[in-house]
């Protein structure tokens, strides 16, 4: 299968006035047409850095990306002139954003904020464009889009309003859709729903989908492959089964483990991982999770652990990974395994 | 999971087909529109949106009519004004004992001053005045104001620097006496008085401008349009501009009437217009001597200042309201 993107050892840093933060901190990945990729992690994890670097959207002077590289199907994004990426920016890769409600310019018709990328990148006259938006909306699935085109955002739900941001981002028909949290802001009946468009929109198109998410439960339903994130490093990576059902970093577990399930018929009391994750400008030597790893040795406060390929395309960032004496423990909530 | 694309025939060929583009029935309306959304007229733009809600508001239409009212009157004073009233500026001097000092009578409707003229003429020909430095100076303020404020917030760093505290040295100074300065400095007359009330007004629109930029800036769709490839200047002139310029739309209008109340003081003090060229606050000067004798020099201009400015002040406040496009109605 084509690979469209190869993000290779990213990193991403930010100065501030109290020190560096390194928001992404050795990101690898590929991407093939058609597939989904999802990246999970908490909160300030560096998942939307990571997009943000991939559509070069980090603003100097503050924050840079220092190293690694991004292609995209054979160019060097990191080596494009601004005027390149421009062109790349919203025809070949688009991204939805995570809020609906503030994604979308107030003073303009949705319809004309459709047609704008294809005012940009297609050079089409305005009208063509806001006949075309029209087409979009229909195909998110707005009832009555010709008149709906000309309502203004205030005027569309927030469900709506995401089903408009998906039509503006497929309106030039990208190869890659970055999804930042798509769902976050919506209630939980219109995210089934939203992702439902995306997944059949995916399979009329053929784009490959980049969903970012804190939601392992989004993740399960889409992703073909996972890329789990803690505080800017890649921990673990591989199928979405892989990743589900042979977890290999500890973190991973943790994850899973915070999960509420009906399948295991327990006390029913969730597990969330002890502790907070490390501020990013202060990491912890070592492995960055070892604080709050239950299972960490004294090798993990000293070392940090290399991104290392298990089995098949399952890697994952942790010392003991892959030992089959080193499995994930049954869980107690005071964080004691046994 | 891994194989739940396995059944669509797209994707074993290699996806070639981008389907949608031939209509396709699209995906089935989505239950989250309610009725509500769909009671929705049909086109609307965002001033007509804002007509209808300014519409709404009762006080900011009264300032409206009277502002429309006093351009209309100020506009067509020449047709007949002169003819009915006399002329406001010229002195009759033969009649000048009999006419002097009158009393408002259906003659004379705001009674005569103390050469005989006629006060109502020289209200609406004040009117002339008044509306002439509203418009031209707060038009002066408004586009030194948008350029300075513009430059500061795009170009930041030192640009923003120097131009903001520049502005912080003029708003230092007591603002009736830089215009004070300024028209000594550029000597007497009504056109001096619009240069240097819309120098001095620059500032506060530079600072309302830059702020407001700074603010619209920050917004995601702003993010989402550098996402969508669109360039700096079109980013600058669609998603920026038209967000940031309602603050200035409205502390424009109401700054019309601090125009016409600066003009007026100026012309009170003898810096601004001069006689016999009727201005309000050159009425109210020359009604001091005579405010228990003839009270009706001061009462008619005196109150055509405040119904203007009031009139001004209003509308800019009914337009903030009207401007923003998030209350919804």
Known sequence: METLLEVKDLKTYFTTRDGIVKAVDGVSFDLHRGETLGVVGESGSGKSVTAMSIMRLIQGPKGKIEGGSIRFRDQDVLAMSEEEVRHLRGDRIAMIFQ????????VFRVGD??????????????????QRAVELLDLVGIPKPESRAKDY??????????????????????????????????????QAQILELMMELQQRTGSAIIMITHDLGVVADMADRVLVMYAGRHVESGTADEVFYKPLHPYTWGLLDSLPRHDIDEKGELCPI??????????????????????????CRTDAPVLR????????????????????GVVDCAGVTS | MTDKHTHDPLREEGHPVKDYRSGLPAVPPSSDITSADLSSTASRTLWGDAWRRLRRNKLAMAGLVWAILIVIVAVTADFWVPQRYGDPEGLDTSKVVERMLLEPSSEHPFGTDRLGRDIFARVIYGARISLAVGIVAESISVFIGLIMGALAAYYGKWWDTLIMRLADVFLAFPYILFAIALIAVLGRGYINVFIAIGILGWPTIARVFRSSILSVKENEYVD?????????????ARH??????????????MSVGGAILTEAALSFLGMGVQPPTPSWGLMLSEARAFLFTAPWLMIYPGAAILTTVLAFVLLGDGLRDALDVKLKD
């Open chain 2, 240 to 253: 920026i501009m038209p967000n940031a310029v309602a603050p200035i739309i409205v502390y424009a209008t």
């Open chain 1, 309 to 328: 390929v298990i089995e098949g395309g399952h890697a994952a960032a942790c010392h003991f990974a892959g030992d089959p004496t080193f499995q994930r």
């Open chain 1, 113 to 130: 904020q459709i047609a704008e990328s294809l005012i940009i990148h297609k050079s089409m006259k305005k009208k063509a464009a806001f």
């Open chain 2, 224 to 236: 989402a349009a550098r996402a969508l490839g669109a360039s700096d200047l079109r980013i600058m």
């Open chain 1, 99 to 106: 809020d609906p409600m503030t994604s979308l310019n107030p």
């Open chain 1, 274 to 299: 002890q502790g907070q994750p490390p501020s990013l400008i202060s990491v912890p030597p070592g492995c960055a999770f070892s604080p709050r790893c239950p299972y960490a040795q004294p090798i």
């Open chain 1, 153 to 190: 955002p205030h005027q569309f739900s927030g469900g709506m309003r995401q089903r408009a941001m998906i039509a503006m981002a497929l309106a030039c028909d990208p190869d890659i859709l970055i999804a930042d949290e798509p769902t976050t802001a919506l209630d939980v009946t219109i």
